[in-house]
Structures are given as C-alpha cells and as structure tokens.
C-alpha cells in the first residue's frame, strides 16, 4: 500500500468541497510527471490532501482518505488536441 499526498488548489477543488461530498473524480491533471505517478495508484493507497497555503498544516486538518478505484482515463476533453 502506498501513501500519496495531492496536491490541489482550493479555488478548484478543496479538503472541504471532498468531505461535503464524501468520493469525487479527481480528473483535469495535465502535468506529465503527475499523471505517471497516478497512473501507479491502487486501489485502497491511502492519500492526503493539501493546497499550498496549507501544506505546513497538513496533519492538523486531517485531510486523509483512500482511493477507491484504479486510474481511468479523463473524462474531460483533451485541451487543443
């Protein structure tokens, strides 16, 4: 089991919009490097959520969770492709 730690920007998508919704598509990563390390996700890895303001903080939120499904592809469409 691997433990992740994501990256977001809240204006985005925040710790509190997941806990309001409980499971959500983490979809729209263009970064190469960032897909291929998501692409290596299981199932049940744990993760934990943070944006830059907040990543000295990280374990007072306790932002913490598992994933819950292996990678698919994108469900947005590629952008200028």
Not at 56 to 61: F, G, H, T
């Amino acid at each position: 089991m691997s433990h992740w730690l994501l990256k977001t920007e809240p204006g985005d998508y925040s710790w509190d919009d997941l806990v309001h919704d409980r499971k959500a598509v983490w979809d729209g990563v263009s970064n190469a490097l960032a897909l291929k390390h998501i692409r290596t996700m299981n199932k049940g890895d744990l993760a934990s959520s943070t944006t830059p303001a907040a990543s000295a903080k990280l374990s007072d939120r306790g932002n913490h969770g598992k994933t819950v499904s292996r990678p698919e592809p994108s469900r947005r469409k590629a952008r200028g492709r």
